[in-house]
């Protein structure tokens, strides 16, 4: 079957915004072409993979786990972690890149918030992710909604899996904790590259999650909060749950603050539904850079990537976005806010802001 243009060009694009288009070393050619021209075979770079079948990607061992039907046979695919406890998920030397994350677990909404992945990076002893496994595979809520966009992919029943590359210079570790009161059956696995050439300034992937239930009127909620060395902004998941369901939420404009800017910002846009490039409202429909996941009963769960078109600082950044209302005329108002954020910055980095705690992350979510 032959690719249509339009998706060779938007991967071509979304490539080479991530800086796989550079050789991992002098003598093999560009990331990409492991994508778009995946008969060469001189990439130099390692294949490796993480599971519970082959918890540290040695070579050689993975499936040595024996089931009822003998060694090999599918003997550990999963684990059931217990409430309060914590597992590594891949603890890897360097250098390398993190290219795909796969992931099952419990289905109930509360899981998708108690349930949190944290990542560490290249020896930093706090994480530059830490977000609840639902927000951080693309979803809000506690809703599993089936989509594809450039950097997640949702299946019906709860098979997620993460797209942006995670480089790394020595070091990489990322753990699951259960905050839970129930025991979370987990099922993952991590692919990765070694060999790959990084400078030691590289961005590494950086995640928060953050939510006010509700937010404060005309104190605009942050999707990034202030970061003050170089990065780029990759986007969002928003989560909105609309505490006034007789008028419209959405006239809320993204602002992003970036290498001085005082009172006013650089980049702003014109609406909350624009800012995710619909219009005229909020639609469920979804698209590779930008969308709407879930828009049912006042919950919307929507994104947007600044892949083909970055947003990059070099000094600092802080990027909002307002809660106006619209109800015969504009209104300031107040709802429910979440948003994971992505974006790359070097390390050392410093510390996310204190992720909301089990109760605030589980409140009001999604009920069938």
Known sequence: MTKHPATILALALTLSVFGLSKPPIATAQPSSLLVTEPYHLNS?????????????GAVGAGGTAASSLGPGRKGAP?????????????DIEGPGTIRHIWMTTGRQPVAQRAYVI?????????????CPVGDLFGFAHGKIMPYQSAVHSVGSTGGRNLWLPMPFVKH???????????????YYQIDYTLGDHHDTDVGRLHTL????????????????????????????VIGIRNLHPKQ???????????????????????????????AWGIQQTSFLYNGCSLNQKNFISMYRWHLPDPISWQKEARITIQQ???????AETSDDWSAATFWYEPVPSAKLPEMPDLKARTANLWEE
């Not at 944290?118 to 530059?128: E, I, L, M, T, V």
């Not at 106006?324 to 504009?330: C, H, R, S, T």
């Open 209 to 236: 999650f953050r939510r006010e239930n509700p937010t404060v009127e005309k104190v605009d909620f942050e999707l990034l909060p202030q970061r003050k060395q170089k990065g780029r902004f990759i986007g969002s």
């Open 248 to 278: 419209w939420w959405g006239e809320g404009e993204v602002k992003v603050f970036m290498d001085g800017d005082d009172e006013h910002p650089t980049i702003c846009g014109t609406g909350s539904e624009d800012y995710v490039g619909l």
């Open 118 to 130: 944290r990542a560490y990076w290249d020896g930093q002893q706090h994480p530059s992710i830490e």
């Open 78 to 90: 999963a684990q059931t972690i217990q409430p309060g406890h914590s597992v590594n998920l891949c």
């Open 172 to 186: 990489a570790r990322i753990t699951f904790t259960n905050e839970s009161a129930e025991p979370a059956q987990l």
């Open 44 to 56: 130099g770079l390692v294949s490796r993979s993480i599971s519970f079948e082959n918890p540290t």
């Open 324 to 330: 106006i209302a619209y109800k015969e005329g504009l």
